[in-house]
């Protein structure tokens, strides 16, 4: 019985302590983003890293959900003569929640877990070490560009993936299921509320925060060699998918809830 | 009046967690000398080294640097006191998203500000002193040899022009050649620079060559200093068995008590 108060008692400790951990690396990342210098060719570097190359994945998996989601509401609301909803139902579902989490999980997986496995390399071959000894704050250099450029480029890649998503609907609607293009268009047009832009993109910049956090923290942090680094690797993508999904919830509620 | 010794270590304690590493360390390096520590592996060398250097920080004790304490040193004050400190680690440390010559120049650049053009000429001098020809300026760490790849991190250690040369293990994994080698290169710099060099290895032949004074550490404590010439007259049992390589002794290896 002991023994068991003892294991929840040690788990908790730990759990707090990862938490506190946490807090203090992003408080330390956030306080050295305000202040100089930025290391503006790394920064740059990144953006390419995570926004330019991204820009396929994201777009194909935009493209293809937007069609079948146009495809499924279509199906589902021919039986009560309600065909006319695709178009809106596709164009809120997609900049609502589906542009930016999809976007957001697609990001997570490419670049979260390469930014895992890039510090934890340079972690576990003394490269970040080497960093401070040569009088380089290995968060300003490291950290600072990845966040920065995450949270920067996440909205203009979520816009263009609800831009992709909403012509995926389209392509179907006109081509398949013999929607009137003009028609369709303005429907979408209609429904769209500028909120919704708005909380897309505020989804977006939170996706951007969480994925580089959580790839930077676990690689920042991994020791161990090659199993350290692969474990950080995974730690890293579980919990950007986790904490993705948990913040687009809370946003959700927040912004839609009442 | 005596000169105040260019670093001074005193009742210099770490763990982690249950394991005692450092268990009061006292230790001196006079300045413009060669210091070497030795030592067999997990008895604390490259922990002692990184408390210098503020990689880590002790539990207790002193380390001061010309009189001055340089223990838990942020900000500003950390990268000043590193800007005098140069640093060859073992596996060399190099970027592998670098070309050499931009590993040799980091400090100048990142750490001091100077402007490429600058830097790399500085960077293509401090590899000739080392030994290897311009054209190995553009390469990429990965295409070296190990032992190129410790004449490059050499070079990174010394472009800076430091007071104070940590050498961590420079000939582990090279053949007795190239340590040979790189040997006559450390005690060629240091003496051109002037600087104070502290090195740590269980190598011998190297020991024997780069010293000024030697130093034993064992189960976290130095248990013998002296100059180079005395070693083999050092009345230590421990030292005497360290230094002939017998398995039979004092020290007490773990995996024969097992």
């Not at chain 1, 995974?234 to 009442?258: H, K, P, W």
Request: glycine share 12%; with cysteine; proline share 4%.
């Amino acid at each position: 019985m002991l023994d068991a108060f003892a294991i929840i008692g040690q788990s908790a400790i730990a759990f707090f302590a990862a938490i506190g951990r946490l807090a203090k690396f992003t408080g330390l990342t956030l306080s050295h983003m305000l202040r100089p210098p930025l290391y503006a060719g790394k920064f740059a570097q990144q953006l390419m890293a995570i926004g330019y190359f991204s820009l396929p994945v994201v777009g194909l998996t935009a493209l293809f959900t937007g069609a079948a989601l146009a495809q499924q509401i279509y199906v589902g609301s021919v039986r009560f003569n309600a065909e006319s909803a695709v178009a809106g139902v596709v164009v809120i579902a997609i900049v609502r929640e589906l542009g930016p989490v999809l976007a957001g999980l697609m990001v997570a997986g490419r670049v979260s877990s390469a930014m895992a496995a890039e510090l934890g390399t340079m972690r576990v071959t003394e490269q970040i070490d080497a960093l401070t000894t040569l009088s380089v704050n290995p968060i300003k250099y490291l950290i600072v560009p990845r966040i920065l450029a995450a949270v920067i480029v996440l909205p203009a890649l979520v816009l263009v993936a609800n831009i992709i998503g909403v012509y995926g609907g389209f392509v179907v609607g006109t081509q398949k299921l013999g929607f009137n293009p003009g028609t369709y268009l303005k429907i979408t047009v209609d429904f769209l509320d500028q909120s919704d832009v708005y909380s897309s993109m505020v989804k977006a910049g939170v996706f951007g925060f969480i994925l580089a956090l959580m790839g930077c923290y676990h690689g920042f942090n991994s020791s161990g060699g090659a199993q350290g680094v692969g474990k950080a690797t995974t730690d890293a993508v579980v919990s950007s998918f986790i904490l993705i999904l948990l913040a687009n919830l809370i946003i959700t509620i927040a912004v839609f809830g009442t | 009046m005596t000169e105040t010794p260019k670093i001074r270590l005193r009742g210099v304690h770490k763990a982690f967690g249950p394991k005692t590493v450092l268990n009061g360390v006292d230790l001196v390096a006079e300045k413009s000398k060669s210091l070497v520590i030795i030592g067999g592996s997990g008895t604390g060398k490259s922990v002692l080294l990184k408390c210098v250097l503020g990689l880590l920080t002790p539990d207790r004790g002193s380390i001061d640097i010309d009189g001055k304490s340089v223990v838990g040193l942020t900000g500003a004050a950390k990268t000043k006191h590193l800007e005098h400190i140069g640093m060859l680690f073992q596996g060399g440390a190099l970027f592998d998203s670098l070309p050499v010559w931009r590993n040799v120049a980091f400090g100048l650049i990142e750490g001091q500000g100077m402007a490429k053009a600058e830097a790399k000429h500085e960077a293509i001098e401090n590899l000739r002193r080392v030994g290897l020809t311009p054209d190995v300026a553009e390469l990429s760490p990965a295409e070296l040899s190990g032992g190129m790849q410790k004449r490059v991190s050499l070079a990174r250690a010394i472009a800076t022009r430091p007071d104070i040369i940590f050498f961590d293990e420079p000939t582990t994994g090279l053949d007795p050649i190239m340590a040979d080698v790189i040997n006559d290169l450390i005690v060629d710099r240091v003496k051109a620079l002037g600087a104070t060099a502290v090195t740590i290895t269980h190598d011998m032949a190297s020991a024997r060559k780069i010293a000024d004074h030697v130093a034993m550490i064992f189960k976290g404590q130095i248990i013998w200093h002296g100059p180079v010439g005395d070693i083999d007259s050092s009345g230590n049992a421990h030292v005497e068995q360290f230094i002939n390589g017998r398995a039979e002794g004092p020290i007490e290896m773990e995996i024969l008590k097992a």
